[in-house]
C-alpha cells in the first residue's frame, strides 16, 4: 500500500469521525467545531487528489466563511454552551430508517445508470482563468445567478441572526 493510500484512508476516517461527531454532539458549539474539521479534512482529501482550487475553495468558502458565519450566529444568539434537547427513540428510529432508505435507493439507482465514456470532447485546461470564465459567466452554463442567490441567502441568515440576538438582548435587559 502507497503512502497517498494510507493518508487516504486516514483523511476519509477522520471526515467521517467528525462528521458523525457533529450529527451526535449534544452541544451546539462543539457539533460547529466538527463539522469545521470534518470539512478541512475534505479539503485536504482535494489537496491529496491535486485538485488545489477545489481544496483552496473548499477551506475559503466552507471552512473560512460558512462555518465562521455559523460560529458567530451561535455566539449572536447566546446559545453556545447550551445543550440541544435529546431526541425521542421514535424520532431517531425513523431518521436512521430513513437514512438507510436513502443510502439504499441513492446506491440502487448509481448502479442502474450506465456510465458512457466522453466521446468527441476535447479537454479544457483547468487554469484559474478558465475555471473564473465558468463560473461567473452569464451564458446558459453560467453560475452567476446561483452564485448571487447564495450571497443574498447567506446575507439573509447573517441578518436575521442580528435581529434575533438584539431581540433577545432586550428581552434580558428588561
Known amino acids: 500500500m502507497s503512502a497517498s493510500t494510507i493518508i487516504f484512508y ?7 469521525v467528525f462528521g458523525a461527531l457533529t450529527v451526535f454532539s449534544r452541544k451546539i458549539f462543539r457539533a460547529a467545531i466538527s ?23 473548499q477551506i475559503i468558502i466552507y471552512v473560512g466563511g460558512i462555518i465562521v458565519l455559523i460560529i458567530f450566529s451561535i455566539f ?19 431518521s436512521g430508517t430513513l437514512a438507510v432508505a436513502g443510502l439504499g435507493f441513492t446506491t440502487w439507482v448509481v448502479s ?3 456510465f458512457k465514456p466522453a466521446v468527441g470532447v ?7 482563468h478558465n475555471i473564473g470564465l465558468q463560473m461567473l459567466n452569464y451564458s446558459e452554463y453560467g453560475y452567476v ?13 447573517l441578518v436575521g441572526a ?6 433577545k438582548s432586550q428581552e434580558t435587559e428588561k
Open 162 to 167: 442580528i435581529v434575533i440576538a438584539i431581540k
Open 35 to 57: 463539522l469545521l474539521l470534518s470539512l478541512t479534512f475534505v479539503a485536504g482529501l482535494y489537496f491529496l487528489w491535486d485538485v488545489d482550487f477545489i481544496g483552496a475553495l
Open 76 to 94: 449572536l444568539t447566546h446559545h453556545s454552551g447550551q445543550k440541544l434537547p435529546k431526541a425521542k427513540v421514535s424520532k431517531k428510529l425513523l
Open 10 to 16: 486516514i483523511l476519509a476516517t477522520l471526515v467521517v
Open 112 to 114: 442502474q445508470f450506465v
Open 145 to 157: 445567478f446561483p452564485f448571487e442567490v447564495i450571497n443574498i441567502l447567506l446575507l439573509a441568515a
Open 122 to 128: 476535447t479537454p479544457v485546461e483547468p487554469n484559474v
